[in-house]
């Protein structure tokens, strides 16, 4: 009498385990291949643009007023040759040249105009962040430095005439300073 162990093993029922068994091992390893890569994606900011809905919810004051600034409608300042410029369309987009960044007019509008995310980096992890904890949410925002303003703000720019970074700041403060009140 043949052992159903040997039964099992022969002919199609073979090929049937080694199918069950890869299918098994290659499910495990999806799984374990996914949940890294959403875990990969919780750690790393990416842009999510159209700020000035997205920030308003939190930030209508700093939103009202960065509006009106020339910055915050810089993309239909350029001519229409050069909306087709790199040189010139990087500063007048959001996140240009970064990943996930914009790319063209037809694949991330999100992201024309100089925003928020412009300055403060991709707001995605910003937005995860409980309203309640103030400390976690100024933790996924950049503070821009002299150095991020200088990245546009330079002898490429056809409109260069110097770059004082005091006098900037003060022409585009669209937040409140500790202490001041509304």
């Given at each position: 009498m043949i052992s159903r162990r040997k039964l099992f093993m022969k002919?199609?029922?073979?090929?049937?385990?080694?199918?069950?068994?890869?299918?098994?091992?290659?499910?495990?390893?999806?799984?374990?291949?996914?949940?890294?890569?959403?875990?990969?994606?919780?750690?790393?900011?990416?842009?999510?643009?159209?700020?000035e809905k997205t920030c308003k919810v939190c930030?209508?004051?700093?939103?009202?007023t960065f509006t009106t600034l020339k910055?915050?409608?810089?993309?239909?300042?350029?001519?229409?040759?050069?909306?087709k410029n790199a040189s010139c369309?990087?500063?007048?987009?959001?996140?240009?040249?970064?990943?996930?960044?914009?790319?063209?007019?037809?694949?991330?509008?999100?992201?024309?105009?100089?925003?928020?995310?412009?300055?403060?980096?991709p707001a995605s992890l910003h937005l995860k962040v409980s309203i309640t904890d103030k400390e976690k949410r100024k933790a996924t925002v950049k503070m821009p430095k002299k150095a991020d303003c200088e990245k546009c703000h330079n002898k490429e720019s056809p409109d260069f005439k110097g770059f004082d970074y005091e006098k900037y700041l003060a022409q585009i403060k669209h937040w409140k300073d500790k202490g001041e009140k509304s």
């Amino acid at each position: 009498m043949i052992s159903r162990r040997k039964l099992f093993m022969k002919g199609h029922n073979r090929e049937v385990f080694v199918i069950i068994i890869t299918l098994i091992f290659g499910i495990i390893g999806f799984t374990f291949t996914t949940v890294q890569a959403s875990e990969k994606t919780e750690t790393k900011a990416v842009y999510v643009g159209d700020n000035e809905k997205t920030c308003k919810v939190c930030h209508a004051e700093q939103v009202k007023t960065f509006t009106t600034l020339k910055k915050a409608k810089a993309f239909s300042l350029l001519k229409e040759d050069e909306k087709k410029n790199a040189s010139c369309v990087k500063c007048h987009v959001t996140g240009y040249g970064e990943e996930g960044g914009f790319v063209s007019l037809e694949n991330t509008p999100k992201l024309i105009n100089v925003q928020c995310e412009a300055c403060h980096g991709p707001a995605s992890l910003h937005l995860k962040v409980s309203i309640t904890d103030k400390e976690k949410r100024k933790a996924t925002v950049k503070m821009p430095k002299k150095a991020d303003c200088e990245k546009c703000h330079n002898k490429e720019s056809p409109d260069f005439k110097g770059f004082d970074y005091e006098k900037y700041l003060a022409q585009i403060k669209h937040w409140k300073d500790k202490g001041e009140k509304s």
